[in-house]
């Protein structure tokens, strides 16, 4: 069973969809004690980053999910979040991958970099299978990681940036693979094969 952190700032309801279309188990899940129960997770997120650490926080997740060695797939604020820290709001992520996040420099193009993009620089990963340069995925983010050698793969608005991230059991993606066609439905498919193919 795949456990779907539920918090303030996830978009679970979506997430959740694109799941259960591909036919894999799934619930919500709120507290460290039921993660627990989990294959793997999924950490969803949208908005600002300070109000879902805030969140997190509050059921103790955070902790959790810093010590697991259960994988788990971070998407848009929920990859944030597994870097050290954010300039939105000056927030402390997870601390599970370094670096820190910057905002988009509004000067130089619109802000947030929203719409298809696509990725550039990919590195062979399980997380990656099937998926080549050509192929669009669909972002909305006004903050964005830095590119650093737990980088799968890049993406340009304005400047480089990472758009697929790993280390060690952690997997982060800064699109939405849920309302990204396709080619989203393959990446989510490829992290169920990730947790479910030595079973």
Known sequence: MIGIIKYKAGNTASVANAVDRLGAKFFFA??????????????????????????????????????????????CVGMQLLFESSTEGDTIGLGVIPGSLKKFD?????????????????????????????????FVHS?????????????????????????DNFIGVQFHPEKSGNIGSMILQNFLDMVYSTE
């Open 30 to 75: 709120e507290t460290p004690e039921e993660l627990e129960k989990a294959d793997a997770v999924i950490f969803p997120g949208v908005g600002h980053a300070a109000t879902a650490m805030k969140s997190l926080k509050e059921k103790g997740v955070d902790e959790w999910l810093k010590l697991t060695d259960k994988p788990v797939l971070g998407i």
């Open 106 to 138: 509004e000067s130089k193009a619109k802000v947030p970099h929203m719409g298809w993009n696509k990725l550039h620089d990919s590195k062979k990963h399980p997380i990656l299978k099937n998926l080549i340069d050509k192929h669009y995925l669909y």
């Open 143 to 167: 903050y964005y990681a830095p590119v650093g050698e737990h980088t799968l793969a890049t993406c340009n608005y304005i400047s480089d940036f990472s758009a697929i991230v790993a280390k």
